[in-house]
């Protein structure tokens, strides 16, 4: 049963980082294993949006145009944690996160793709 926790959610200025972790159990982060994580946010009000994914083959990543430059995932097999690393966060980067997960890569950054999803982080961006 693959099972997912995303914490590391918290209240930050404009212009300040934070780590988001999501714990896995379920996956093994082996080379020979077919996997695709992804990182999704959604504001009040907004759609659900994916912000990066990383696929299991050559550990790849993917980042939506709004937020390159500025967050990096990446994984550590050794915890089977993948992480998102935001930095010069913005108010517009508010929202709950969410991480997916799926036995189907390569990764993308659509939410209907993935089959198991964490429960929420709660990023709030003050100016």
């Known amino acids: 049963e693959v099972q997912l926790q995303a914490s590391g959610g918290g209240l930050v200025q404009a212009g300040g980082s934070l780590r988001l972790s999501c714990a896995t159990s379920?996956?093994?982060?082996?080379?020979?294993?077919?996997?695709?994580i992804g990182w999704f946010r959604q504001a009040p009000g907004k759609e659900r949006e994916g912000v990066s994914c990383?696929?299991?083959?050559?550990?790849?990543?993917h980042t939506t145009n709004s937020v390159k430059g500025r967050f990096t995932m990446f994984s550590d097999k050794a915890k089977n944690t993948v992480y998102l690393q935001m930095d010069s966060l913005k108010p517009e980067d508010t929202g709950v996160y969410y991480c997916?997960?799926?036995?189907?890569?390569?990764?993308?950054?659509?939410?209907?793709?993935?089959?198991?999803w964490g429960q929420g982080t709660q990023v709030t961006v003050s100016s």
């Open positions: 379920g996956i093994t982060f082996e080379p020979f294993d077919y996997y695709a």
């Open positions: 997916a997960a799926d036995f189907r890569p390569p990764c993308t950054l659509v939410g209907d793709w993935y089959d198991y």
């Open positions: 990383i696929s299991s083959s050559d550990l790849s990543t």
